[in-house]
């Protein structure tokens, strides 16, 4: 017989607030660099990179404040969460104001 499942590590599992709030922190670190990629390749178009960087930012909120609704540890990760959001709320302004902003 073979005893080797019995001898393995358990798995450490990862939450789903312990996710959510580191990806509501590298997403608006990330998300100049991709609003320059999509720039370079729609040959200066504004809009899609901005249509884009505003969906990351959107979408990193909504992870940050899920992290804090679902997070059981709350205090670990509210450091975390909360930078995220701020990040996310400054970075979105600016995609805002750059895809309002008339161009002459």
Not at 57 to 80: C, D, E, N, P, T
């Amino acid at each position: 017989m073979s005893e080797g499942p019995a001898n393995t590590a358990p798995r450490a599992r990862v939450s789903f607030a312990t996710l959510a709030a580191l990806y509501s922190v590298v997403v608006p670190v990330i998300t100049p660099f991709v609003w320059f990629i999509i720039l370079g390749l729609s040959n200066g178009y504004l809009l899609p990179a901005a249509n884009t960087a505003h969906c990351l930012l959107v979408s990193s909120f909504v992870a940050g404040v899920a992290s804090l609704i679902r997070g059981s540890q709350r205090r670990r990760y509210l450091w975390i969460a909360g930078a995220g959001i701020v990040l996310s709320t400054v970075l979105g302004y600016f995609s805002l104001l750059v895809r309002t902003m008339p161009i002459c």
